[in-house]
């Protein structure tokens, strides 16, 4: 019962660098999200999935890019990391019916 | 536009008290408010949700107030512990096939011992 797996933990990068951040779920759910967290920020939706094949953005979506060939795994990619995107990222997924988001622990990213 | 507006930024209770946070939304057509609760270094997790067809839904010493003719909707923590010390976040969605959730900015709370 792994529920939501987001790898790495902490990732440090240089202006200008690319990267992917891990999100892999193993409860069949069609909803996954990609979340950045900044303080006194709240919760910013950075990309969505309703469904492999199916994403749309969120409301702080540039710089970043996403897929979701399967119904498990939603990557999100950083082209050209810059110091803005400095952050804590977290990966969400829930039930197409409801039943609330399951997140995963986070990836505390620097951009130096 | 903060769609949610949540109230207060910060929240000190003494054990044994009741901690109230309360969130207030603007779009009727929202259906869905949940609150999630985040201890640092984790992930949010849900808490408790209400739909407005309910005027109040209770779980354990967690209880949503739901008022639906001023658009608001609070947390009410009775007998709040020193492990509810946490960030606790509502939030709105609409339903339909995509179902974002709106999010407040999150209330710290820190119950003393």
């Known amino acids: 019962n792994a529920g939501v797996t987001q790898t790495p933990k902490f990732q440090v990068l240089k202006t200008g660098q690319s990267m992917t951040l891990q999100c892999a779920q193993d409860?069949?759910?069609?909803?996954m999200s990609w979340y950045r967290q900044d303080p006194g920020m709240g919760l910013r939706l950075i990309h969505y999935?309703?469904?492999?094949?199916?994403?749309d953005q969120g409301e702080v979506p540039n710089g970043y890019n996403v897929s979701r060939s399967t119904t498990e795994d939603f990557p999100l990619r950083l082209l050209s990391a810059a110091p803005s995107q400095t952050s804590v990222y977290f990966c969400?997924?829930?039930?197409?019916?409801?039943?609330?988001?399951?997140f995963g622990s986070g990836t505390r990213l620097t951009v130096v | 536009q903060q769609q949610v507006k949540q109230s207060p930024q910060s929240l000190i209770v003494q054990k044994g008290g009741i901690s109230i946070i309360n969130c207030a939304y603007e779009?009727?057509?929202?259906?869905?408010f949940p609150w999630y609760q985040q201890f640092p270094g984790k992930g949010p997790a849900l808490l408790i949700a209400?739909?407005?067809d309910v005027s109040e839904k209770k779980e354990g010493r967690f209880t949503i107030s739901f008022n639906k003719s001023a658009k608001q909707f609070s947390l009410h923590i009775m007998d709040s512990q020193p492990g509810d010390s946490a960030t606790y976040f509502c939030?709105?969605?609409?339903?339909?096939?995509?179902?974002?959730?709106?999010w407040g900015l999150g209330t710290s709370l820190a119950v003393n011992p």
């Open positions: 939030a709105a969605s609409n339903g339909g096939n995509n179902r974002k959730l709106i």
């Open positions: 209400i739909r407005p």
């Open positions: 969400a997924s829930s039930l197409a019916q409801g039943g609330g988001y399951t």
């Open positions: 999935s309703v469904g492999a094949g199916i994403t």
């Open positions: 779009n009727t057509a929202f259906d869905y």
């Open positions: 409860m069949n759910h069609e909803y």
